[in-house]
């Protein structure tokens, strides 16, 4: 059972592999990190690019730009597999890292507090609210993150597909 929401697919792109390099390589936006330059490339817009991240020769690690912040906006790392007639792209989407550390923290909080409670023999509703706010806590990060997932995936396909 996985903890954290994440999504794992596969497609055929009727492009080459060398296509969809070039087509991420214009739609996404380098990432320099610890750079204040990452808010202007010289002449040209940010509206002019979909995703930042790194494009390879053979994948790509990507996150979709938004207009505001979105904690649960998805890490996209994909695979690209060329071929004769098109190429097999490999995708995964999951949280940044950084938001699991946070949510585990969170997690590991809330336990924490049913547990105080149920060693301080408090009332039953001060020991399942903490609880109660985990789970609360959890559908809305997967909401959130299936959200994201789809119009990040939905701007992802039709770069490349």
């Not at 792109?13 to 060398?18: A, L, R, T």
Request: aromatic share 14%; no cysteine; charged share 20%.
């Amino acid at each position: 059972m996985q903890l954290w929401p994440a999504k794992s697919e596969m497609f055929l792109s009727p492009h080459g592999q060398d296509e969809i390099i070039r087509r991420m390589e214009l739609a996404v936006k380098p990432v320099k990190y610890q750079s204040f330059k990452n808010r202007s490339l010289g002449d040209l817009e940010e509206e002019a690019y979909l995703f930042n991240g790194r494009v390879g020769k053979n994948g790509f690690s990507i996150s979709q730009i938004v207009n505001r912040p979105n904690n649960f906006l998805p890490l996209i790392k994909g695979k690209i597999e060329g071929g004769e007639s098109g190429s097999l792209v490999h995708l995964e989407f999951s949280l940044f890292p950084s938001v699991k550390y946070f949510l585990f923290f969170w997690i590991i909080l809330m336990f924490l507090f049913s547990i105080i409670s149920i060693a301080q023999k408090d009332d039953f509703l001060t020991i399942i609210f903490p609880l109660i706010i985990l789970i609360a806590s959890y559908a809305l990060i997967l909401s959130r993150f299936n959200e994201a997932y789809l119009k990040s995936r939905k701007e992802l396909m039709r770069l490349i597909g």
